[in-house]
C-alpha cells in the first residue's frame, strides 16, 4: 500500500512563496514517478510538474521559472516549491505517485496514488 500525505498549504500575498510537501510510503519510492496537480474551485484538475526517478522535471507552461519540484529518495519526500505566487495559483494541491512509467507525463489517469490535497490560497 502507497500512502502520500501533502503538507504545506496556507495562505500567502500574491508574491509570495510556499514549499509544499509530500511524504510517501513504499519501499521503492525512488522508482517512482511524482507528480504535483492542483483544481480549483469549478475547474478541473491540472498538471503542474513532475519529476522522474532521474530527476527529470516536467511543468505545466503556466509555473515555468515560478516553480520547482524536486525529490529526496532518501526521505521518500516531494516538494513543490512555489515562488511569486499569483491569486489564480489558488487551489487545492494534489500529489500523486506514478509507479510504471519511467518520465512524468500530465494526463492525471496515468497516476496510481493520490494524496488527500493541501489547500493554497493567493491573496490579492
Known amino acids: 500500500q502507497v500512502r502520500l500525505v501533502e503538507s504545506g498549504g496556507g495562505l500567502v500575498q500574491a508574491g509570495g512563496s510556499l514549499r509544499l510537501s509530500c511524504a510517501v510510503s513504499?519501499?521503492?519510492?525512488?522508482?517512482?514517478?511524482m507528480g504535483w496537480f492542483r483544481q480549483a474551485p469549478g475547474k478541473e484538475r491540472e498538471f503542474v510538474a513532475g519529476?522522474?526517478?532521474?530527476?527529470?522535471?516536467y511543468y505545466a507552461d503556466f509555473v515555468k521559472d515560478r516553480f520547482t519540484i524536486s525529490r529526496d529518495n532518501v526521505k521518500n519526500t516531494v516538494y513543490l516549491q512555489m515562488n511569486r505566487l499569483k491569486p489564480e495559483d489558488t487551489a487545492v494541491y494534489y500529489c500523486?505517485?506514478?509507479?510504471?512509467?519511467?518520465?512524468?507525463?500530465?494526463?492525471?489517469?496515468?497516476?496510481?496514488?493520490w494524496g488527500q490535497g493541501t489547500q493554497v490560497t493567493i491573496s490579492s
Open positions: 519529476i522522474s526517478w532521474s530527476d527529470s522535471t
Open positions: 513504499g519501499r521503492t519510492f525512488s522508482s517512482y514517478v
Open positions: 500523486a505517485a506514478d509507479m510504471g512509467r519511467r518520465t512524468p507525463r500530465a494526463n492525471q489517469y496515468e497516476y496510481d496514488y
